[in-house]
């Protein structure tokens, strides 16, 4: 089978943290051709969707002092070849976040791929209707206090009332733009007027959990099903878990409250097409609902010795297998 993925340029991705090269890794593994494009490699030509494809070989990373090692020329790309995209087997979108307009205007390219020849995943229209803040809101039950807003006198009487609260912008990626809002604090205006570019856009404010300190859980699910997890916890004087500001990652269980929420999840994101997502969950509740680029899958394999690209190959192709 052939299976493509939009990643960000190649050139700047870490094979042994990337969960997108964890995925092609697999697929090669498998015995698929893989292929990679960008976003602005993608057209629309009589109806269909194109996009400017290279085939991708991989030399897989290997495991050694407890982490894992790549080589320096770790892939190698072939010709261009500017192709339908109903010729691939399987797209997979991993670009990452923030949903700029260029980024919508991919997944509407994306609507121009013909189904019953190729699966998306996740679903274009699916990606749209997400927003990886606000997407989880309709699961009242496993969200913490949330509100979202743009007005700096709903805001500030919310975190007088709760004491403590987390502000997170809705475009926001890998912790970028949270902050840690307290009673009291004299910067609190300011903070507010800044990340609501005075009053123009709004944010999340949720309270602020106090098993924060403990790890941000993140949890990957496969067509609704979770299928592994990682706990990612603060250091130094940062607040934040997020790996990508430095938070260190640990074994974690999945719990009988973790499996509850994906229980609650899991018709929703069937329904809207989200098929490879990852959830954050603080002290048993549900903060984020990852579907733009869900990353962890490298951080859960080495710490618990498994392999959950292969196990989402094996998945797509079971899915192509029975027919779309």
């Known amino acids: 089978m052939k299976f493509a993925f939009i990643i960000d340029p190649i050139q700047q991705l870490d094979p042994g943290h990337d969960t997108s090269v964890a995925l092609m890794e697999a697929a090669q593994a498998g015995g698929h051709e893989v292929w990679i494009t960008q976003a602005e490699g993608l057209g629309v030509e009589m109806g269909r969707a194109m996009a400017r494809m290279q085939p991708v070989t991989l030399k897989p990373v290997t495991l050694g002092d407890n982490r ?17 995209l109903e010729t691939m087997d399987m797209v997979m979108m991993r670009t990452d976040p923030p949903v700029t307009i260029p980024y919508l205007y991919t997944t509407y390219v994306l609507d121009y791929v013909d189904p019953s020849k190729t699966l998306v995943m996740n679903s274009p229209q699916g ?9 989880a809101l309709q699961f009242a039950q496993a969200i913490p206090e949330t509100i979202v807003s743009r007005d700096k006198g709903v805001i500030r009487q919310t975190v007088e009332r709760w004491g403590r609260a987390v502000l997170k912008p809705l475009g926001g990626k890998a912790g970028e733009g949270i902050l840690f809002l307290e009673q009291g604090d004299r910067n609190l205006n300011s903070m507010i007027e800044i990340s609501t570019l005075q009053g123009r856009e709004p944010v999340m404010i949720q309270t602020y959990l106090p098993a924060a300190k403990d790890g941000d859980k993140r949890i990957i699910l496969l067509d ?6 990682v706990n990612r916890i603060p250091t130094g004087n940062e607040f934040r878990g997020n790996m990508a500001v430095g938070g260190r990652v ?19 994101l069937r ?5 490879f997502v990852g959830i954050d969950i603080i002290g048993g509740y549900l903060t984020e609902v990852n579907v733009t680029s869900p990353t962890g899958i490298r951080e859960i394999d080495r710490l618990n010795d498994v392999r959950l690209g292969k196990q989402v190959m094996e998945w797509i192709q079971h899915k192509l297998a029975k027919g779309r």
């Open 68 to 84: 894992w090692l790549a080589e320096t020329d770790w892939y190698s790309l072939g010709e261009a070849v500017y192709q339908p």
């Open 127 to 135: 990606l749209r209707a997400a927003n990886e803040k606000m997407y």
């Open 224 to 229: 609704g099903d979770p299928i592994g997890a």
């Open 250 to 268: 640990a074994q974690v269980e999945i719990t009988d409250r973790d499996l509850e929420i994906c229980t609650q999840l899991a018709p929703t």
């Open 271 to 275: 329904r809207d097409g989200l098929m």
